[in-house]
């Protein structure tokens, strides 16, 4: 059965990545944030509503990686910018998201929040993927990420939340290194992503 929420000392974990991380990543997002601007046109970030723990909302912040302006759900590929590659390739695009970590509307590790008409799909049983706040990464994103199916991620994501802990965190935050520096399952489908961007 799953967990009725977060394991005990779970925030503590996150807010210890981010004391841990806080300098390098601001770097690394100053240097994205400029190759953005130098490159394309519009904002450098892209902010988006998504749905958190418990069916709450929140709005997510990304990296802009595609052209100004109206996008569909699944971009072609001549709407995601040259830069904006890169970071997806790299999941850099995600690291402002440490934002919302901070604010406690995400976790380092959990399921990827997802868009509202996507849990309007979804069934009482894979509901339970709310009992948590969604993460940077996941059990689904280190076992496949957008190669598998919504399905398949669910099913990954509902294991996750019944089996969390501190152990499992830290294996999946040292697996997402992995996945990165691979940029294995970085590839979207339009049947598939649920957590693309919807406009520019």
């Known amino acids: 059965m799953a967990r009725p929420g ?12 981010l004391a841990v991380v806080a300098v390098p990543a601001a770097l690394i997002c100053a240097v994205c944030a400029v190759a953005i601007r130098l490159t394309s046109r519009g904002p450098v970030l892209f902010l988006q509503e998504r749905v958190g723990m418990d069916g709450t909302t929140f709005v997510v912040w990304k990296f802009r990686t595609m052209l100004d302006g109206e996008n569909p759900i699944i971009p072609s590929d001549d709407r995601i910018t040259t830069v904006g590659r890169i970071l997806r390739r790299t999941s850099l695009d995600e690291l402002p998201q440490l934002v919302n970590v901070a604010r406690g509307e995400m976790s380092v590790v959990g399921p990827r929040p997802t868009l509202a008409y996507q849990v309007d799909r979804w069934t009482d049983r894979q509901r339970g993927r709310l009992a948590v706040r969604p993460g940077l990464t996941g059990l689904a994103q280190v076992n496949g990420r957008n190669d598998l199916s919504w399905p398949d991620r669910i099913e990954f994501d509902l294991e996750y939340v019944g089996s969390q802990s501190l152990r499992r965190d830290l294996a999946i935050i040292a697996r997402t290194t992995t996945a990165m520096v691979g940029g294995e399952g970085t590839g979207a489908t339009a049947a598939d992503d649920p957590i693309a961007e919807v406009v520019g």
């Open 6 to 17: 977060p394991y005990r000392g779970k925030r503590l974990l996150d807010l210890a990545i």
